[in-house]
């Protein structure tokens, strides 16, 4: 089993920052895409980043250039930096993970979800 607690989340002024953070534990052999993904009130959830474990960053049209995701891997640690927040990034942000574990089974993690409110 494996468990994803996000932190980082908060109330923060058009314009501001903020930085996420999603830290894995459990029965981890290795990680393959670690990612960001929010839900705003009233609509689907969608991706905002993902990462690979080479490093290889996508990115949702929509935060492009304000946003960055990073890992540590020897953490198992998964970040997003969000810098010209806007109001309508206000949303729930999830973090999820494809972790392969020590059995070398593979299984889709996600975390508790963390709110983000962008608000003057």
């Known amino acids: 089993q494996v468990q994803l607690v996000e932190s980082g989340g908060g109330l923060v002024k058009p314009g501001g920052s903020l930085r996420l953070s999603c830290e894995a534990s459990?029965?981890?052999?290795?990680?393959?895409?670690m990612g960001w993904y929010r839900q705003a009130p009233g609509k689907q959830r969608d991706l905002v980043a993902i990462i690979s474990n080479e490093g290889i960053a996508t990115y949702a049209e929509a935060v492009k250039g304000r946003f960055t995701i990073s890992r540590h891997n020897a953490e198992n640690t998964v970040y997003l930096q969000m810098n010209s927040l806007q109001p309508e990034d206000t949303a729930i942000y999830y973090c999820?993970?494809?972790?392969?574990?020590?059995?070398?089974?593979?299984?889709?993690?996600w975390g508790q979800g963390t709110q983000v409110t962008v608000s003057s």
């Open positions: 459990g029965s981890i052999f290795s990680i393959y895409d």
């Open positions: 999820s993970m494809y972790v392969t574990h020590t059995s070398r089974s593979s299984t889709d993690y």
